[in-house]
């Protein structure tokens, strides 16, 4: 294919923006775009936004604020800002950034070559942040646009039911759409022709998969994956614990290929703050699940997202958390202190967190955590693991250089998510191997292969 220019996307943000950049690389592509990794090679850059925390969103507008002076030297260049920033500002978005070309909503990408033609006839400061209820359906189905071809996204359904008061998605990705299941059985086959071995399915509630459309269930989802041949490894994010069924945790214990490792985030671990969240669940709820999902699977990796510092903690709410962590042991966690965004209810609240303390809070529940994760980690130590081999390390463990004579350190993954660096000088990325665990560090383990074997 004959292409017209270069594109450059830059993605801020969670696993789903990562999606949705390859969807817009896709499109990209089919207009005559070839991808490219040098920005200043570019004919049209595009940021894919996220919106989550104001650090974000700063991010998202300084990037694009750089290319005033850069257009002035390259009249034809397009600059496009697209996703959830784009989607909660709309033509604001052109107060902060003058020289922005198109305003790309969450649910607008089907549409992203028409405003690009607009541009190139002329027409000045395009927008779109009109709803959809179509998701990707009629959008190209995605295959591999670069050499990361062992692990995937595939996203199942885009937006949010469930309003939690600190949260923007519902605002800016719109309400819970489901995939259908054909549509998303095609792509994962596309990427297992591609070579793709683990496929992660993407939704901000991916357990409630098709319960408003009357769809097969997640659980029935996640056995049809598990039956197509090529996939070795599925991983799901994120899950509700409101919605944690007995099914699925069924589906975890039986189906061989889906991972033994489940991420659910709790938030808090205080019944007071989980309600002005809006969370649906009492810690209680929450605890009676990790429990029976432990008694089904007992050697489960299990990981949580924690906001501290949301408005109204008292310190008895913290300790709660705290407390929390000590009683379930998770594998790792993702914390992070409480920032208001401006068109979530939360930001209304009074009470709001002293920063001081949230970050001391935060500190505190880091160090507590810290010891948790090196205790699973040395857990690990004697154990011969499979591990999906990611590619080379980019840093050196120190100490190790006598057992690296020769070879190179490898980087793979265990089933359970944790990150495993190994010596080797002949296995092939994408194969799973069985590693003995030798040593164990507070993000990653130590091992030597037993010898190489594909799955
Ligand atoms: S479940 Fe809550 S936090 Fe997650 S995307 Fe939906 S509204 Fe946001």
Same mark, same amino acid.
């Given at each position: 294919m004959k292409y017209r220019g270069y594109a450059y996307i830059y993605t801020i943000g969670c696993q789903m923006n990562v999606y949705d950049s390859e969807k817009l690389a896709i499109i990209l592509n089919s207009y005559g775009y070839e991808t490219t990794d $040098?920005?200043? #090679?570019?004919d049209i850059v595009v940021c894919n936004t996220c919106s989550i925390r104001h650090k974000a969103e700063e991010k998202a507008f300084s990037f694009l604020g750089r290319f005033a002076r850069i257009k002035k030297n390259k009249p034809h260049l397009i600059t496009v800002m697209a996703g959830c920033v784009a989607q909660q500002e709309g033509e604001k978005a052109f107060v902060r950034v003058?020289?922005?070309d198109i305003v790309l909503g969450t649910q607008a990408f089907s549409r992203f070559g028409k405003l690009i033609d607009a541009v190139k006839s002329g027409k000045q400061k395009v927008v779109d942040i009109n709803d959809s209820s179509?998701?990707?359906?009629?959008?190209p189905a995605t295959s591999c646009? $670069?050499?990361? #071809?062992?692990s995937k996204f595939v996203t199942i359904m885009q937006g949010c039911?469930?309003?939690?008061?600190?949260?923007?998605v519902p605002h800016v990705r719109g309400r819970e759409r489901s995939r259908t299941e054909t549509n998303i059985v095609e792509e994962i086959n596309l990427l297992v022709k591609a070579g793709v071995k683990e496929i992660t399915l993407l939704g901000q509630?991916?357990?409630?998969?098709?319960q408003k459309e009357g769809l097969i269930s997640f659980p029935q989802l996640l056995a049809k994956v598990n039956d197509i041949?090529?996939?070795h490894r599925i991983r799901f994010a994120t899950s509700h614990p409101k919605d944690l069924s007995d099914d699925l945790i069924y589906a975890i214990r039986d189906?061989? #290929?889906?991972?033994?490792h489940l991420h659910l985030?709790?938030?808090?671990?205080?019944n007071k703050i989980l309600k002005k969240m809006n969370r649906g669940y009492t810690r209680e709820k929450y605890i009676d699940r990790i429990f029976n999902l432990k008694k089904e699977c007992p050697d489960i990796a299990l990981s949580t997202d924690i906001i501290v510092g949301?408005?109204?903690?008292?310190r008895e709410d913290f300790n709660d958390t705290m407390n929390l962590l000590r009683e379930i042991e998770f594998d790792s966690i993702f914390a992070f202190a409480y920032s208001d965004?401006?068109?979530?209810?939360?930001?209304?609240?009074?009470n709001q967190i002293d920063e001081g303390k949230k970050k001391e809070r935060l500190n505190r529940l880091l160090e507590l955590q810290e010891y948790y994760t090196e205790k699973k980690n040395k857990k690990q130590i004697g154990k011969i693991l499979d591990v999906l081999v990611e590619g080379k390390s980019g840093k050196k463990r120190d100490g190790f250089d006598h057992a690296l004579k020769n070879m190179e350190q490898m980087v793979g993954r265990t089933e359970s998510n944790k990150i495993v660096h190994f010596p080797s000088k002949?296995?092939?990325?994408?194969d799973i191997i069985k590693i003995r665990i030798e040593n164990a560090y507070p993000h990653s383990l130590w091992g030597h292969p037993l010898g190489a074997q594909n799955k």
């Open positions: $040098d920005m200043d #090679k570019a003058p020289h922005l179509m998701i990707y359906e009629a959008m646009t $670069d050499e990361n #071809k062992i039911d469930n309003y939690c008061t600190y949260c923007v509630n991916v357990n409630s998969y098709g041949n090529g996939v189906l061989d #290929k889906v991972c033994n985030p709790i938030q808090s671990g205080s949301f408005p109204f903690e008292s965004r401006s068109s979530a209810p939360a930001a209304k609240f009074s002949d296995v092939i990325i994408g």
